[in-house]
């Protein structure tokens, strides 16, 4: 059974830095993309950052240049840190596979960014 688990999430003031982890299990880690999604109160739930089995990675145009995704296949662990964090970042953070498949949503980790 596939299963992701997000943790690093937190309160923070703006302008200050966090370091998501996402541990993965039951899943071929190395051989798939992974995304990290959130979903801010009241919108739907968006890709934020993805990261291709060879570790090129891509970001919504609202994170460009201030969170950066990355993977450590060895201990199957997709992290997104993120810097400069603005108000508008606050949402519930979710990693799943890229395409995200909906069986396989996590509890997500809360980042909360102070004004």
């Known amino acids: 059974q596939v299963q992701f688990v997000e943790s ?10 966090l370091r998501l982890s996402c541990g ?3 899943t071929r880690f190395t051989f798939n993309a992974f995304g990290w999604y959130r979903q801010a109160p009241g919108k739907q739930r968006e890709l934020v ?18 969170f950066t995704i990355s993977r450590d296949n060895a201990k199957k662990v997709v992290y997104l840190q993120m810097n400069s964090l603005k108000p508008e970042d606050t949402a519930v953070y979710y990693c799943n596979k890229y395409p995200h498949i909906d069986d396989y949503w996590g509890q997500g980790t809360q980042v909360t960014v102070s004004s």
């Open 24 to 26: 993965a299990s039951g």
């Open 8 to 17: 690093g999430g937190g309160l923070v003031q703006a302008g200050g830095s």
């Open 49 to 66: 950052a993805r990261i291709s089995t060879f570790e090129d990675t891509s970001y919504a145009d609202s994170v460009k240049g201030r």
